[in-house]
DNA sequence: GCGAAAACTATACGCCGTGAAGTTTCTGTA
DNA sequence: TACAGAAACTTCACGGCGTATAGTTTTCGC
């Protein structure tokens, strides 16, 4: 046994490449966009040939479903922290940082949020089970104790939703019910539409949509936010 | 001159050489997706040589760029018939038919949303100006008609927007001002947004993220239509 | 009927993912 | 400590891709 662990040493090393290989790659998506993840072009970066990635990963898609996983951690990372960084008192300044946080995110890193919710890169198609969807269902929960927050003021709002707990995915469910005990069907129906009001302005202007519609796709954004406390019932501020 | 046009006979071959080659490409994209453009697919289905396609486009993005001006311009077709179709007594009932109509030609053509919303093929770079630009202020301007008509209801919700002319795309603005011209920014600013909100839970639902949340977003795209309403301050109809 | 232009093919280059086989390097054990 | 075997990595190969260049066939206008 070495300071480092001797027996480890074979799996340290083959951890690190591993480590290097994803880093290459999300380098490369950075500067280049999910497409410009090729094996080849890792390999070239990293003075290797293209086949020796073969032996980390079983195939390209698995490579792009990892770096999946770990973006849309990251995303979720970013939310989550920027939700628990801001005083709980007022739902309404919780609710704008959680908002403006997944902005800010996608803005920054436009490649990533392509890579998690557009055509990730050519042939992919996302697996079944894995560890996306956990990460869609962090984001979701987030979304939902967004709308548990306001529900107090929200739920009137929504007396006549025709939502069930059957409508939703039960791995979902198991995340959000546990967490928010006595929430119904209806908020996290109102949490799924959050979720698409945000994401649909985001990516029209990620993917560029925007440009050619509007100069100040932020102060669009705003305006959102703005109305999004009426839509949760939340009395305006200042 | 025969009966066909002896002048036009070459040029109607290759007219119809080149609706050929957007028939196949669009029958290759609904197929495999937008990945499946392939010059040498569409050639191999046309019996010809893939070079013999750059007699008829300079490059694959050019074919690609004709293909999304082409759907597009299906998208706002499906769109605009929609609205005219519906009575225009009841606001309401148009804009659920406007709605409705963009999420059912979404879901239909699932790769043609692709095609135009999403990282359209491989390294495919959007052109600057061009005819795509145009089918989307199309749709904007149908956004437009939406919230126009509800603006009687809704203007008293948006007093306070904070939104100038300048704020949007002249060539947008171009098309809007003269069809609506008692309109203010903030209405446009109002489109927008609504456009986001069906774009985000469309997008959503064609790209499979709504799989692994909920098992109806037939319903919860309803329920949006509802709050669309309240959002637009027309009161609930039945 | 013929010259020019248009339509198309042949060949080639450099990308890509990936499979099969071979080589080097390390490691646990006799 | 020597060595069998596993792991890491390379080499070579195949087929697919966009596209540039050069050559061939077909067609049209005069």
Same mark, same amino acid.
């Given at each position: 046994?070495?300071?480092?662990?001797?027996?480890?040493?074979?799996?340290?090393?083959?951890?690190?490449?591993?480590?290097? &290989? #994803? #880093?290459?790659?999300?380098?490369?998506?950075?500067?280049?966009?999910?497409?410009?993840?090729? *094996?080849?072009? &890792?390999?070239?970066? @990293?003075?290797?040939?293209?086949?020796?990635?073969? /032996?980390?990963?079983?195939?390209?898609?698995?490579?792009?479903?990892?770096? &999946?996983?770990?973006?849309?951690?990251?995303?979720?990372?970013?939310?989550?922290?920027?939700?628990?960084?801001?005083?709980?008192?007022?739902?309404?300044?919780? &609710?704008?940082?959680?908002?403006?946080?997944?902005?800010?995110?996608? *803005?920054?890193?436009?490649? /990533?949020?392509?890579?998690?919710?557009?055509?990730?890169?050519?042939?992919?198609?996302?697996?079944?089970?894995?560890?996306?969807?956990?990460?869609?269902?962090?984001?979701?929960?987030? *979304?939902?104790? *967004?709308?548990?927050?306001?529900?107090?003021?929200?739920?009137?709002?929504?007396?006549?939703?025709?939502?069930?707990?059957?409508?939703?995915?039960? /791995? %979902? %469910?198991? #995340?959000?019910?546990?967490?928010?005990?006595?929430?119904?069907? +209806?908020?996290? +129906?109102?949490?799924?539409?959050?979720?698409?009001?945000?994401?649909?302005?985001?990516?029209?202007?990620?993917?560029?949509? @925007?440009?050619?519609?509007?100069?100040?796709?932020? #102060?669009?954004?705003?305006?959102?936010?703005?109305?999004?406390?009426?839509?949760?019932?939340?009395?305006?501020?200042?």
């Amino acid at each position: 046994m070495t300071v480092t662990g001797s027996r480890g040493r074979r799996e340290r090393l083959r951890a690190e490449t591993t480590a290097e &290989i #994803k #880093k290459v790659a999300l380098a490369l998506m950075a500067s280049g966009g999910p497409d410009a993840i090729t *094996l080849r072009a &890792i390999a070239r970066e @990293m003075g290797m040939t293209a086949n020796a990635i073969y /032996g980390y990963f079983p195939t390209r898609d698995d490579l792009v479903t990892t770096l &999946i996983n770990d973006v849309y951690t990251a995303l979720a990372d970013a939310v989550d922290t920027a939700w628990e960084a801001t005083p709980s008192a007022d739902p309404a300044v919780r &609710i704008e940082a959680w908002a403006n946080a997944f902005r800010t995110w996608a *803005l920054i890193n436009p490649q /990533g949020f392509r890579l998690i919710y557009g055509d990730p890169v050519p042939g992919y198609q996302a697996p079944e089970g894995g560890p996306a969807p956990d990460a869609a269902h962090r984001v979701c929960t987030g *979304l939902t104790a *967004l709308a548990a927050a306001a529900w107090p003021h929200a739920r009137h709002l929504y007396q006549d939703s025709a939502f069930d707990w059957s409508d939703f995915d039960p /791995g %979902l %469910l198991g #995340k959000v019910r546990p967490a928010f005990p006595d929430l119904p069907p +209806a908020a996290v +129906a109102l949490a799924l539409r959050i979720w698409g009001h945000l994401h649909g302005l985001v990516s029209l202007e990620v993917y560029g949509h @925007m440009r050619t519609q509007t100069t100040s796709p932020e #102060k669009l954004f705003q305006e959102e936010l703005a109305q999004l406390m009426r839509m949760l019932g939340i009395p305006r501020q200042r």
